[in-house]
């Protein structure tokens, strides 16, 4: 499964491609396959994202989980205050990082 993930251009967060709009969520993603980087490409030449970057995750009951634990981090928010993080729709997701 491949996502598509960049950064909102107004407020900076970490944003997932959502099919047809971008998501705060990545509860919300949806696997982009190989059309991830077209999608990024011209999502960023209309100046919806910054940075827009294809990633590797695996489909899960409870949504799409990151492979990489530097995107776990990105999608779930900071380890050190849980209090900052995006609650996710798995109240587990947070176990998922470490």
């Known amino acids: 499964m491949k996502l598509l ?3 909102d ?3 900076g967060d970490v944003t997932w491609w ?7 969520h990545v509860a919300d993603a949806v696997d ?6 077209a999608i990024g490409a011209r999502e960023e030449a209309a100046l919806r994202v ?3 970057v294809v ?13 990489h634990i530097k995107d776990r981090i ?3 928010g900071p380890t050190v205050r849980p209090d900052l993080a995006i609650l996710p729709a798995d109240r587990l997701a947070g176990s998922w990082v470490i």
Do not use: C, F, K, Q
């Open 18 to 24: 959502a099919g047809g709009e971008w998501s705060r």
């Open 50 to 52: 910054n940075g827009p």
């Open 9 to 11: 251009l107004v407020t």
């Open 32 to 37: 982009v396959g190989s059309e991830g980087e």
């Open 55 to 67: 990633i590797d995750a695996t489909a899960t009951p409870e949504g799409p989980r990151p492979a």
């Open 5 to 7: 993930t960049g950064n």
């Open 74 to 76: 990105r999608a779930y």
